[in-house]
């Protein structure tokens, strides 16, 4: 069974570009998150999605950030424009629902490698 | 907010059981207690997760006290590969998922 799966794996953007992040959760989690890491600093949750509802966005830092899920399965997040402290490491996760009990382990992504000069 | 406190750096010789604390003194009834590891720069991974009994998995035990205030994580005997940030979290399951808050963890470093 494929892993979550995320591309690209490596960006380097120039600062005022936009950049477009895409993640691939394993097949019928409806559960899927976006974190990320900026440089020496913790891992930071930014939003979560059931199907492609929005559960939870209360981590996206500003309005440059933008996440969709359409039908449900895949998610992208798009950076517009880019600035200099977006760079960091974005990891999606996901997992089933409504499996009670069972919902309990995130599968994460190898993230994407964001890099703003 | 992380809920948790545990120790910046732990060392463990190769071999040997690793004990990583974790302090959770405000946990609720309804909050699990959960341990993800991050090895090096990949994404995080699950290990263990527990509500008031220990547990036991082919990875690691989760050892929680009475009062739940505080847990152990345990792997039985460290390899080098197990070098990582281990993260102690306290989370509500349920059915609509929730996120998971990351503090700053502990780094294990396993040496030969």
């Known amino acids: 069974e494929a892993g979550v799966t995320q591309f690209p794996s490596h960006s380097v953007i120039e600062k005022g570009q936009t950049v477009t992040l895409r993640c691939d959760p394993i097949?019928?989690?409806?559960?899927l998150y976006w974190y990320r890491r900026v440089m020496g600093k913790e891992i930071k949750f930014l939003l979560h999605?059931?199907?492609?509802?929005?559960?939870?966005e209360s981590g996206m830092p500003n309005n440059r950030f933008l996440a969709e899920r359409t039908g449900g399965t895949y998610s992208t997040l798009k950076v517009q424009p880019a600035e200099l402290e977006d760079s960091g490491v974005y990891f999606c996760?996901?997992?089933?629902?409504?499996?009670?009990?069972?919902?309990?382990?995130?599968?994460f992504g190898q993230g994407t490698r964001l890099t703003v000069v | 907010d992380a809920k948790t406190t545990q120790p910046p750096s732990m060392d463990c010789a190769e071999g040997r059981a690793a004990n990583l604390p974790c302090n959770h003194s405000?946990?609720?009834?309804?909050?699990?207690v959960y341990w993800y590891r991050q090895i090096h720069s990949q994404g995080p991974q699950y290990i263990i997760h527990?509500?008031?009994n220990n547990e036991t998995n082919e990875m690691a035990s989760l050892i929680i006290t009475e009062d739940r205030k505080s847990s152990t994580l345990i792997l039985p005997h460290a390899t080098l590969r197990d070098t990582a940030v281990y993260y102690c979290i306290v989370r509500v399951l349920n059915q609509a998922g929730t996120a998971l808050i990351f503090g700053k963890g502990t780094t294990l470093s396993v040496s030969s």
């Open positions: 097949s019928g989690h409806d559960n």
């Open positions: 405000t946990i609720s009834g309804n909050e699990y």
């Open positions: 527990g509500l008031k």
């Open positions: 996760a996901s997992s089933p629902v409504g499996q009670g009990a069972r919902d309990t382990e995130a599968f």
């Open positions: 999605f059931v199907k492609e509802s929005k559960q939870d």
